[in-house]
């Protein structure tokens, strides 16, 4: 019998689609979290969370496995602290996933700055519909399973890698697949050199093929970072798909164009690959058609970095090319929406699109500093289209005029504006 793990942190995407694969790969588990009420807890028998922190939660624990962000945002935690005096091996669940659960397997992991899991999930469905089986792990809810994750029993272990706090360097993959690189998560990197470089260390650890997006320059420049030791490297941007797909998006072409090169480096009959590919209805959060509300298509997009605004919203125009299209953004951090603020600016500016509403910024797991704040954004943009919305209480109040049966609203952001978009569909 292995040893009892408990999570701290469980309601998180990646953490509790960890706790669950460890599960059910035979530890005890138990875990907790300031707020339980979270789609991603509703898996476990409630027996096993805890609400809140306490030193109490950690008896006959083995290790810890904790959120990163502990460190920074809640170093005094009551947990950590106890574990660190009766000697509990602490770890993050990063760590653990990669000490632990996947070792013995083939590891495939996906990283870069768009379109991991949205990747992943399309490399796990081919790996599935291939007859072999594969654990995966990633950082939104895939339709056709439910939940964020997959428990297998073959040899693949499929994994969304997360660069910040170098949170990927824990794994040693036998085949990585690279995206995009684009300057993120600026609360951790210092800069794009710094960015790139941790990218470049982990392309270092990988055993076997790297699957590149060599079209983008970013990527480029990391790979010519690293040693390449004789790794082969596949650009899947010079290979794309030629079949249709159910997901929009040209972005989705060169997603499924790197998770159509996984499955041929891993033998996969090119016909299974295809036919995996075109049955791929998406994932949650992305371009993400949640329901219809007075006649108003009703959709939720993770979409939080101008790349990916500009992008979501340029399918968006594709696809309801006469629609009256309009979008409820929420910036998501201050040192992001500080660090990408003129680009933020030209994106929003430049979208092609009806009408932008701004809610304040998601702090996540920062304290707002007074730098940056919607409004300023909201300014710089200079448009009578983009206008500030404020906090989301208020915000559902102020949209009412903006439904009809000619419109479609994006609700976008990685915080909870899907939680705003769910309250409207409530209002039925």
Same mark, same amino acid.
């Given at each position: /019998?292995? !040893?009892?793990? =408990?999570?701290?942190?469980?309601?998180?995407?990646?953490?509790?689609?960890?706790? $669950? *694969? $460890?599960?059910?790969?035979?530890?005890?588990?138990?875990?907790?979290?300031? @707020?339980?009420?979270?789609?991603?807890?509703?898996?476990?028998?409630?027996?096993?969370?805890?609400?809140?922190?306490?030193?109490? =939660?950690?008896?006959?624990?083995?290790?810890?496995?904790?959120?990163?962000?502990?460190?920074?945002?809640?170093?005094?935690?009551?947990?950590?602290?106890?574990?660190?005096?009766?000697?509990?091996?602490?770890?993050?669940?990063?760590?653990?996933?990669?000490?632990?659960?996947?070792?013995?397997?083939?590891?495939?992991?996906?990283?870069?700055? =768009?379109?991991?899991?949205?990747?992943?999930?399309?490399? !796990?469905?081919?790996?599935?519909? $291939?007859?072999?089986?594969? /654990?995966?792990?990633?950082?939104?809810?895939?339709?056709?399973?439910?939940?964020?994750?997959? *428990?297998?029993?073959?040899?693949?272990?499929?994994?969304?890698?997360?660069?910040? @706090?170098?949170?990927?360097?824990?794994?040693?993959?036998?085949?990585?697949?690279?995206?995009?690189?684009?300057?993120?998560?600026?609360?951790?990197?210092?800069?794009?050199?710094?960015?790139?470089?941790?990218?470049?260390?982990?392309?270092?650890?990988?055993?076997?093929?790297?699957?590149?997006?060599?079209?983008?320059?970013?990527?480029?420049?990391?790979?010519?970072?690293?040693?390449?030791?004789?790794?082969?490297?596949?650009?899947?941007?010079?290979?794309?798909?030629?079949?249709?797909?159910?997901?929009?998006?040209?972005?989705?072409?060169?997603?499924?164009?790197?998770?159509?090169?996984?499955?041929?480096?891993?033998?996969?009959?090119?016909?299974?690959?295809?036919?995996?590919?075109?049955?791929?209805?998406?994932?949650?959060?992305?371009?993400? =058609?949640?329901?219809?509300?007075?006649?108003?298509?009703?959709?939720?997009?993770?979409?939080?970095?101008?790349?990916?605004?500009?992008?979501?919203?340029? $399918?968006?125009?594709?696809? #309801?090319?006469?629609?009256?299209?309009?979008?409820?953004?929420?910036?998501?951090?201050?040192?992001?929406?500080?660090?990408? #603020?003129?680009?933020?600016?030209?994106?929003?500016?430049?979208?092609?699109?009806?009408?932008?509403?701004? /809610?304040?910024?998601?702090?996540?797991?920062?304290?707002?500093?007074?730098?940056? @704040?919607?409004?300023?954004?909201?300014?710089?943009?200079?448009?009578?289209?983009?206008?500030?919305?404020?906090?989301?209480?208020?915000?559902?109040?102020?949209?009412?005029?903006?439904?009809?049966?000619?419109?479609?609203?994006?609700?976008?952001?990685? !915080?909870?504006?899907?939680?705003?978009?769910?309250?409207?569909?409530?209002?039925?």
């Amino acid at each position: /019998m292995k !040893g009892k793990i =408990h999570f701290l942190g469980i309601a998180g995407s990646g953490a509790s689609a960890i706790a $669950a *694969i $460890a599960q059910a790969q035979g530890y005890t588990i138990s875990g907790c979290d300031k @707020n339980l009420q979270r789609e991603f807890t509703k898996k476990f028998d409630p027996k096993l969370l805890y609400e809140g922190h306490s030193a109490d =939660h950690l008896t006959d624990v083995e290790i810890l496995a904790v959120t990163p962000a502990i460190y920074s945002s809640d170093a005094n935690n009551p947990e950590l602290l106890t574990a660190k005096e009766k000697g509990i091996k602490i770890l993050t669940w990063q760590q653990f996933m990669g000490k632990y659960l996947e070792k013995d397997k083939f590891v495939i992991a996906v990283c870069g700055t =768009h379109g991991k899991s949205t990747t992943t999930a399309m490399v !796990g469905t081919i790996l599935e519909d $291939a007859k072999l089986d594969p /654990m995966v792990e990633l950082g939104a809810k895939v339709p056709k399973w439910g939940v964020n994750y997959r *428990i297998g029993r073959g040899k693949y272990f499929v994994t969304e890698a997360d660069e910040f @706090n170098d949170n990927f360097l824990v794994s040693h993959p036998d085949i990585t697949v690279v995206t995009t690189l684009e300057m993120d998560h600026p609360e951790y990197f210092k800069d794009f050199e710094a960015y790139k470089a941790s990218f470049a260390k982990f392309f270092s650890q990988t055993k076997g093929k790297i699957i590149a997006n060599l079209s983008d320059p970013g990527v480029k420049e990391a790979l010519a970072l690293h040693p390449k030791g004789g790794k082969v490297i596949v650009d899947y941007s010079s290979h794309p798909i030629d079949f249709p797909l159910q997901i929009p998006g040209r972005y989705n072409v060169l997603n499924a164009s790197a998770a159509y090169q996984v499955g041929l480096a891993l033998g996969i009959n090119p016909e299974t690959i295809q036919k995996s590919l075109r049955n791929f209805t998406g994932i949650g959060r992305r371009f993400d =058609h949640l329901g219809d509300y007075q006649g108003a298509y009703i959709y939720s997009d993770f979409a939080h970095h101008p790349t990916e605004i500009k992008v979501t919203l340029q $399918a968006a125009r594709e696809k #309801f090319p006469k629609k009256r299209l309009m979008v409820i953004f929420q910036p998501h951090m201050f040192s992001r929406t500080y660090t990408l #603020f003129n680009d933020f600016v030209r994106v929003l500016k430049e979208a092609p699109v009806d009408k932008i509403y701004i /809610m304040d910024i998601y702090p996540s797991r920062e304290v707002d500093t007074g730098k940056v @704040n919607s409004r300023q954004l909201v300014e710089a943009v200079g448009k009578k289209s983009v206008t500030y919305l404020g906090p989301q209480k208020p915000a559902l109040e102020q949209i009412q005029d903006v439904f009809g049966k000619d419109s479609v609203i994006f609700f976008m952001g990685a !915080g909870d504006t899907e939680k705003l978009a769910k309250e409207v569909l409530m209002l039925k």
